[in-house]
């Protein structure tokens, strides 16, 4: 157990909607990391935030938006879905925000798009 | 444009031998790199990692292998286990910029 929680761990929508997925770092935790992971492909870094501010920017959409709130979790909004949009989110979370410790992640959110 | 590479979709090894894991990357700038774990329907688990100043870093049946020249990464296992079957990913980060790009991953199979 990576101490991360994502929920929900499935979701099936029709494109054009929009959906919210929601993360809670490890205890301890300020950087949360959402990456995007496709099929038989690597994990792409999205977006990083540092207790509450965003920190890095990646690969991100300009239908997908992110936040991180005072309690430190985070949500990953997505909208206008298309098909492509298909994917495991993952989030991640590491105590600092430049560091070379390992960030640990939570099992995924498996998003379907019809 | 893939800066990280794993070559091997997939690997089989015999329970007891040795595994060993590949990955290449093209920017020599990058100066961090980490072994990352995943078992179906989990997030990734980091596993071991290297700085760009060594050529080798161990951790119990692990160990990871730097070749700077040749923009190489290596893992081994040894000796492989059978709850070592899973996909293995290595990643990458560049000094101050905090991204991890990461490869498509290996999938390795231990076979009793």
């Known amino acids: 157990d990576s101490g991360v929680t994502q929920t929900p761990k499935h979701l099936i929508t029709a494109t054009g909607q929009r959906v919210t997925l929601r993360c809670s770092p490890r205890s301890g935790d300020l950087s949360v990391y959402w990456y995007q992971q496709s099929l038989d492909q690597g994990l792409q870094f999205l977006i990083q935030y540092y207790n509450g501010e965003e920190r890095a920017k990646g690969n991100i959409l300009e239908r997908f938006s992110a936040q991180q709130f005072p309690d430190l979790h985070s949500e990953l909004n997505l909208s206008s879905l298309e098909l492509g949009d298909s994917a495991l989110y993952f989030c991640a979370s590491s105590v600092g925000f430049n560091s070379n410790q390992p960030q640990h992640f939570g099992d995924g959110t498996r998003l379907s798009i019809l | 444009d893939q800066q990280v590479k794993q070559n091997s979709p997939s690997l089989s090894v015999q329970e007891g031998r040795i595994s060993i894991l590949n990955c290449d990357y093209t920017?020599?700038?990058?100066?961090?790199f980490l072994w990352y774990k995943k078992y179906p329907a989990e997030g990734p688990t980091f596993l071991i990692s290297i700085s760009s100043i060594k050529d080798k870093n161990e951790d119990g049946r692990f160990t990871v292998f730097l070749n700077k020249s040749a923009k190489h990464l290596s893992l081994h296992i040894v000796p492989s286990q059978p709850g070592d079957s899973a996909v293995y990913f290595c990643?990458?980060?560049?000094?101050?910029?905090?991204?991890?790009?990461w490869g498509a991953g290996t999938k390795l199979i231990i076979k009793p």
């Open positions: 920017n020599s700038m990058f100066d961090y």
């Open positions: 990643a990458v980060k560049r000094g101050s910029n905090y991204q991890l790009i």
